[in-house]
């Protein structure tokens, strides 16, 4: 930041970002331009509400005037619009640190990840939020005048830019508290100059606003329309979650959301309810269309709005809602707690805790409501959003069941990585005799799909469910059966078909196990530590061998990405099963001179196989090629 101030006035260059998102944001938001005045609107509202929140605690703020208002007025002459509101208002600091840099955490790995065609994606960019600087879409110049409530008149702030590089601020005279924004309209924004064309932008967007959103009274003279000396409410000013649901229209709905959620795009859908009892409130819950940018980010804020009967309390208030529920949006309004209620209170409220089930309730509610009546919509929301509800399974003990009801699997059953599959469908089509939900859990869906774990599965074909996200380690280790049927990991343990197998497949592999007693443990001899066990397994049809973790050990896959993760992981040596059918093992019975050589590779090829990694990559590839040249008989 430079300084180049005379008086007061001081030049600052925007923080990187500022200058990155005014960009895109003009080019990429222009055919959308009317939703600035949504923006500002929007702003203004947060501002009047965070105010009348100050001021349960200090009423001295309202500085006699606690009739809290917006005003959007334009100047044809001058060619500039208004938006001004009599909130909270801004300091020097507060200015600066607003309207020169971008606070959300994560916003440089959002920018520097988005390639030149996302760029132009208007939807990309609203994701992120729009916000203030949205005003140069349409101006070539805005100044801002405010001054925080409580100040006094001498600390107004002057803060004006081209939306360019720079900003300029400086201290000056403001009689009003609030913020006054003023914009100096671009070339062929001429249309933007009438009260009617306003009032239709501020229907369309704004109308929600609890605030009334007043502009100047016009009259139709001769000459043109006239504006008076007279304000009028130009939106209907009510809090919409405190009206009747009849009385709302999708857009209505959809249009508060922008707002609320500071999305760009429509929302995927909502609920909103009353709640009578002991707990009284309002809810009204959205699942946006769309992932946040920072969904993953341990800092973002997130969370739902708290008011209390009508009066603002706090954004973000993460406790009321569960932590894997945490891209939903939208209003609390409680009609019983205490207007100074505070981030410590709530906490530790038992009030919150029944709001939060009751929230918590309801959006599971709608969510299974989408899945049964709209498989569109909620595939939709899966693909967005299924990482994060799969965390519930481990996190909200009360609604495991019905957490795990909402899963959708990728599974053997279909062809793609989709996930499609719930646990529901899988136990509508058990086999006759099965009575265990089978998984296996993998890096990827093609080690998944391709594992030789599957293999007998695949003959007798039994459905197997393919977990491949990160999260659904967690989900299986907390979720040992759904609707009375035990969830059971392919690649773990003794392979136990039970009745899915025959008297006589089951009298063969006893026989097996026995013939290939001396084999096993030739091989165990050989592999020495490497491994737990050797034994013989009914498990493989195509592969002659593969690893399995022991009953309770961890499996495979959790290692590594616990380890993956800088986690000291337990050292657990795994089983190697042998598929006594196949030819090679066949063989292995009869070689003497190559024993240890072949063994090493069966051991790294199952490894492999299964996603592990070498320890001694080189020496495994100096095998196969040795064995190649035998085989080609050199
Ligand atoms: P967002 O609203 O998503 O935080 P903006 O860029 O729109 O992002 O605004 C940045 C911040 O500037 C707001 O969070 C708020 O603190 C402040 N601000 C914007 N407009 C006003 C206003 N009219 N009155 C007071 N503060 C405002």
Request: with cysteine; charged share 30%; hydrophobic share 35%.
């Amino acid at each position: 930041m430079s300084d180049t101030s005379t008086n007061n006035r001081e030049t600052m260059g925007f923080q990187t970002e500022v200058k990155q998102l005014l960009h895109l944001m003009i080019h990429s938001l222009y055919s959308n331009r009317e939703i600035f005045l949504r923006e500002l609107i929007s702003n203004a509202s947060d501002a009047c509400d965070k105010l009348r929140f100050e001021a349960l605690h200090n009423a001295a703020l309202f500085e006699n005037d606690s009739e809290l208002k917006i005003s959007v007025d334009y100047d044809k002459g001058a060619r500039t619009l208004t938006i001004s509101d009599n909130g909270i208002g801004m300091s020097r600091e507060e200015v600066i640190s607003n309207l020169g840099t971008i606070a959300k955490s994560g916003t440089r790995e959002f920018f520097s990840k988005l390639s030149g065609d996302q760029q132009k994606d208007a939807n990309l960019i609203g994701q992120f939020g729009v916000g203030f600087y949205s005003a140069f879409i349409v101006a070539d110049r805005v100044t801002v005048l405010t001054r925080r409530a409580g100040e006094k008149t001498d600390q107004g702030v002057r803060w004006e830019s081209e939306g360019a590089g720079e900003f300029s601020i400086e201290m000056t005279e403001k009689q009003d508290r609030g913020t006054q924004i003023t914009l100096h309209l671009r070339e062929e924004q001429d249309d933007l100059l009438s009260g009617s064309r306003l009032r239709g932008i501020i229907h369309k967007y704004s109308d929600h606003i609890v605030q009334p959103v007043v502009m100047k009274k016009e009259e139709w003279k001769e000459g043109g329309q006239e504006k008076l000396d007279e304000d009028e409410t130009v939106n209907q000013a009510v809090a919409i979650w405190a009206r009747a649901k009849n009385e709302i229209n999708d857009d209505e709905y959809k249009a508060f959301y922008k707002h609320v959620g500071h999305d760009f795009e429509d929302p995927l859908t909502w609920v909103h309810a009353r709640v009578e009892g002991r707990q009284e409130y309002a809810q009204l819950l959205y699942v946006p269309g769309r992932a946040p940018f920072d969904m993953w980010d341990r800092e973002a804020m997130h969370g739902v709005k708290l008011y209390v009967r009508r009066v603002f309390i706090m954004d973000d208030a993460a406790q009321l809602m569960p932590h894997y529920l945490r891209f939903i949006r939208g209003v609390v309004d409680s009609s019983n707690l205490p207007l100074n209620v505070s981030r410590e209170i709530l906490q530790e409220s038992k009030d919150i805790e029944a709001i939060r089930a009751g929230c918590t309730k309801k959006v599971l509610g709608m969510l299974e409501d989408l899945a049964k009546n709209d498989t569109e919509k909620y595939s939709k929301f899966w693909k967005e959003f299924g990482k994060v509800l799969k965390e519930g399974v481990g996190e909200d003990f009360a609604n495991k069941e019905k957490i795990a009801g909402l899963l959708r699997i990728a599974s053997t059953h279909a062809d793609t990585d989709a996930q499609v599959v719930s646990l529901a469908d899988y136990i509508g089509r058990m086999k006759d005799g099965q009575d265990k939900i089978y998984y296996i859990t993998a890096d990827t869906f093609n080690a998944a799909k391709n594992s030789p774990h599957l293999e007998v599965f695949r003959k007798k074909g039994i459905e197997v469910l393919l977990l491949t996200d990160r999260v659904d380690e967690w989900v299986v280790s907390n979720l040992a059966e759904f609707q009375g049927k035990k969830l059971v990991s392919v690649a773990k343990g003794g392979l136990d078909l039970g009745s899915l197998e025959d008297e006589t497949e089951k009298k063969e592999q006893a026989r097996e196990a026995d013939d290939f007693k001396e084999l096993t443990d030739k091989i165990k001899t050989s592999l020495q530590d490497k491994v737990k066990e050797v034994r013989v397994t009914h498990r493989l049809t195509d592969s002659p061998a593969c690893l399995v973790a022991d009953e309770h050990d961890m499996n495979a896959n959790l290692a590594r990405l616990l380890k993956a993760s800088g986690q000291s992981v337990p050292m657990s040596q795994p089983i190697l099963e042998i598929n006594p059918r196949h030819p090679v093992v066949m063989r292995l019975k009869y070689e003497e001179q190559k024993f240890d050589e072949w063994t090493a590779v069966l051991f790294d090829q199952a490894l492999l196989a299964e996603g592990g990694q070498l320890d001694d990559p080189a020496s495994f590839v100096k095998r196969i090629n040795q064995l190649m040249l035998e085989m080609s008989g050199k």
